[in-house]
């Protein structure tokens, strides 16, 4: 059997291999000109930390051809809080030099919450992180166990409320799925303990390392990858799809898999768009230094965090946003959340002047020999996400943390995968999403339903 899978981005490249280890031919479509998807990189620069949560997801996937990482190692402390009146947070690895940080009010309050994101996440990981898309009788059983403990009825503001620093502490984590945190449900808490609990670690060559590690092994193992080809549209019929079409012609399979964003998926279709609202995009600058910088991973809050939000929610790029920092050897980036694109015909102004007064703000705090730079703003991201909403849609209220599903519409022989759908955004879970994705559609095949 042969399979096509668009996009060869994490999701992309753990599916050609979860389908290539099956013993199918496996082609991939690339609009790009390399493999790598969001993480692509500006000449050496990444877009993305070079860190990395639930390592065992990527360790599992190179396992299976007796690989690993080399060097791979826990970063602690690991991130740097820094607030407006100059209070520093830096949690780290061990309890003990974290709440020395603390009062003794706030300890009890970090100590409280950390145990309910670890209840969170051990609630939640077996029915939407670690396992294909839940159905009904699943998601009842988890209502019935572990509803009533997620917090159903509560915003994820109200649980973490904690006083002016570890309130913004802890709602941020939200963002990591695009959600403006302040209307976010409260399970979402559970990302919490995914860095705090479990860890951040360092990833040699960041995660451009990782990315030349998975396409080398694909195409090792047979994979041909066709970069620079953008797909125009999918042809389907009698409840499958039977053709993609590209500048370079007609390609046709047995299997599809999309790694691309939902919506360009339904686009290519010709299927109704989604009317769900769409979660945050970003603003990045991409830097390169004069001189290497130590490894380093900052968060300097906003005056107004409640503030900066009412501005994203209203369209507008925020004024004082919170300044996301990394630096990594000689190269680095900045990056705010922005609202994504409000439709055609409305692409941001002033990028260059955005990305100057970022720059300015960030040198009032965090001085850096700044050699080069280059902006990205969601016009940019807009290539790789629709209208630039990173993670699709908005994981807002009660039922909105549910990511959509793998299935497109009744195509029998298509699978959509990616941080657009279950189960999320983020390096992990797009490997986990093309990963599992694939595996579902090769049990439809063995199964008889294809």
């Keep these: 059997m042969k399979a096509i899978v668009v996009g060869a981005g994490f999701a992309g490249l753990a599916a050609a291999l979860r389908l290539r280890r099956a013993g199918l031919e496996v082609e991939v479509v690339e609009q790009l000109h390399q493999p790598g998807g969001k993480a692509v990189g500006w000449e050496g620069v990444p877009t993305g930390p070079t860190l990395l949560t639930l390592p065992e997801v990527p360790l599992r ?21 820094i607030w407006p009146d100059g209070r520093v947070f830096a949690p780290e690895l061990e309890p003990e030099p974290t709440l020395a940080q603390l009062s003794q009010e706030e300890a ?36 019935l166990l572990e509803g009533p403990r997620a917090y159903p009825f509560r915003t994820l503001a109200d649980l973490v409320a904690s006083g002016p620093y570890l309130t913004p502490f802890f709602l941020r984590f939200a963002t990591y799925l695009g959600a403006n945190p302040y209307r976010a449900p409260a399970v979402l808490h559970n990302i919490a303990w995914v860095e705090l609990g479990l860890g951040v670690f360092h990833l040699p060559g960041g995660l451009r390392a990782l990315v030349d590690r998975l396409y080398g092994l694909a195409k090792g193992l047979g994979v041909r990858f066709h970069f620079g080809q953008r797909v125009l549209r999918m042809r389907a019929a009698r409840g499958r799809v039977l053709s993609l079409e590209t500048p370079g012609g007609k390609m046709c399979a047995d299997l599809y898999v ?4 939902r919506h360009f998926t339904l686009g290519w279709l010709g299927l109704p768009m989604p009317r769900y609202a769409l979660g945050v995009s970003g603003f990045a600058v991409l830097m390169r230094f004069k001189e290497p910088v130590p490894l380093g991973h900052y968060v300097y809050f906003s005056p107004d965090y409640r503030g900066e939000w009412g501005e994203i929610e209203r369209g507008h790029w925020p004024k004082t946003p919170t300044l996301y920092l990394h ?64 993670y699709g849609r908005a994981p807002h209220g009660l039922l909105g943390a549910l990511r959509p ?16 759908v279950h189960p999320g955004g983020g390096v992990p879970l797009a490997l986990l999403s093309g990963w599992n994705g694939a595996g579902w559609l090769l049990r439809r095949v063995e199964d008889g339903a294809l």
């Design 61 to 81: 996937i190179l396992a299976e051809w007796g690989q690993g990482i080399e060097g791979l190692r826990p970063v602690s402390p690991l991130t740097r809080y």
């Design 108 to 143: 009890r309050d970090y100590l409280r919450l950390l145990g309910v994101a670890r209840r969170l996440y051990e609630g939640v990981k077996g029915t939407f992180l670690f396992g294909p898309p839940p159905p009904l009788g699943k998601l009842l059983r988890y209502g």
């Design 258 to 261: 999309s790694a691309a964003d």
């Design 327 to 390: 630096t990594d050897g000689e190269a680095g980036f900045l990056l705010v959340n922005a609202p994504p694109l409000r439709g055609r015909g409305n692409p941001p102004v002033g990028v260059q002047e955005y990305a100057r007064h970022l720059l300015l703000s960030l040198r009032g705090l965090h001085p850096l020999p700044i050699a080069e730079w280059r902006a990205l703003s969601p016009l940019d991201y807009s290539q790789t996400a629709y209208r630039g909403a990173l």
């Design 405 to 420: 599903g793998w299935r497109v519409g009744r195509l029998a022989n298509l699978v959509q995968v990616g941080g657009t």
